[in-house]
């Protein structure tokens, strides 16, 4: 079962526009969440995050909104840069009780000129 | 420049075969990871180390593969003997956990590319 769902496996919006990628978990014991993005051939690297105990994060043009009582969490990207165009992996864990982190499928962006 | 190092970054080999996949992780980080990526699986934890104790390796089909640190700077993944189903890309991640709420952020190798004909 997974514990992280990125149910939209891709994403198209148009350059300039606002991207919002969505992440829905299961788990309640969860209270830190975190955006990947990779390029292809290259490795996940980490771009935003959010503790539960906020529900807003913002990072230049990235935002991350949270709502723990739906279990839902979003990225927003404004505007959205033709160098977005990548793979978004919603990740989650339990803070410093647990190393793991457990990752969505992922949701590929296109950002179209 | 840190990085995580991971080599090769493509390995193609036939069934049966051994395959050893090696990661250098960032000096000073004391967990280390190992990855998955399939299209139908996206990224699936195989097993982790910290301080060089492997904490978790349930992800990782054991009658196969194997995990080891054999010192703080190398980690080594090893699948012997191969399947076809072995295709995929390995990624090695570490990281460095910090006080307070938040947790650690792992960093990425760049992956190695397995092809199993």
């Known amino acids: 079962d997974q514990q992280v769902k990125q149910n939209s496996p891709s994403l198209s919006v148009q350059e300039g526009r606002i991207s919002i990628l969505n992440c829905d978990y299961t788990?309640?014991?969860?209270?830190?969440f975190l955006w990947y993005k990779k390029y292809p051939a290259e490795g996940p690297t980490f771009l935003i995050s959010?503790?539960?105990?906020?529900d807003k994060n913002e990072d230049g043009r990235f935002t991350v909104f949270l709502n723990k009582s739906a279990k839902h969490l979003s990225l927003h990207i404004v505007p959205s840069q033709p160098g977005d165009s990548a793979v978004y992996f919603c990740?989650?864990?339990?803070?410093?009780?647990?190393?793991?982190?457990?990752f969505g499928k992922g949701t590929r962006l296109h950002i179209l000129p | 420049d840190a990085r995580v190092t991971q080599t090769p970054r493509h390995k193609v080999t036939e069934m049966g075969q051994e395959v050893t996949m090696r990661c250098q992780p960032i000096?000073?980080?004391?967990?280390v990871f190992w990855y998955r990526q399939t299209m139908m699986q996206g990224l699936e934890l195989l097993a982790y180390?910290?301080?060089?104790?492997?904490?978790?390796d349930s992800g990782m089909p054991k009658d196969r593969f194997s995990a080891e640190m054999p010192d703080a700077t190398l980690a080594t993944l090893k699948i012997q003997p191969s399947e076809p189903r072995d295709s995929a890309v390995y990624f090695c991640?570490?990281?460095?956990?910090?006080?307070?709420?938040?947790?650690?952020?792992?960093?990425f190798g760049a992956g190695t590319r397995l092809s199993v004909l």
């Open positions: 991640a570490s990281g460095f956990p910090a006080p307070g709420p938040q947790t650690n952020i792992q960093y």
């Open positions: 788990n309640s014991m969860f209270d830190y």
């Open positions: 959010i503790s539960s105990i906020k």
């Open positions: 990740a989650a864990t339990r803070g410093n009780r647990d190393d793991k982190i457990i």
């Open positions: 000096l000073g980080h004391n967990t």
């Open positions: 180390f910290r301080n060089r104790a492997p904490l978790d």
